[in-house]
């Protein structure tokens, strides 16, 4: 069964950092992709903004430019859990955080995110709260 689960939300100043993890189950990393969603606090996920994707074969990663040299996206295929770590973050970075899986498309799955696409399956989310 799969399973993701996002941790690593919290509140933060401006100009600081988190990291947030996303552990997943029933599958691996190493051979599906990844993406990172937000959505602003107390909206549905449908319709959240994929800004971050990394691809399970080779690693190759997409940013959308509201977060391009801020944040980073990881993975640690040893532990089946993909990261993402965020810097200088702004009050608008302020959402609930989902992780989502491509589940099919083997090597273009991780492009749904710069085109649009939903995903397959997704976590709960975890909410980021930046404090001006």
């Known amino acids: 069964q799969v399973q993701l689960v996002e941790s690593g939300g919290g509140l933060v100043q401006s100009g600081g950092s988190l990291r947030l993890s996303c552990a997943a189950s029933?599958?691996?990393?190493?051979?599906?992709?990844l993406g990172w969603f937000r959505q602003a606090p107390g909206k549905e996920r449908e319709g959240a903004t994929c800004?971050?994707?990394?691809?399970?074969?080779?690693?190759?990663?997409y940013y959308a430019d509201s977060v391009k040299g801020r944040f980073t996206i990881s993975k640690d295929n040893a532990k089946n859990t993909v990261y993402l770590q965020m810097n200088s973050l702004k009050p608008e970075d302020t959402a609930v955080y989902y992780c989502?899986?491509?589940?099919?498309?083997?090597?273009?799955?991780?492009?749904?995110?710069?085109?649009?696409?939903?995903?397959?399956?997704y976590g709960k989310g975890t909410l980021v709260t930046v404090s001006s």
């Open positions: 989502g899986a491509s589940l099919k498309d083997y090597g273009l799955g991780y492009l749904r995110c710069e085109y649009g696409y939903d995903m397959d399956s």
């Open positions: 029933g599958f691996t990393l190493d051979y599906y992709d």
């Open positions: 800004i971050s994707s990394i691809r399970g074969s080779d690693g190759a990663t």
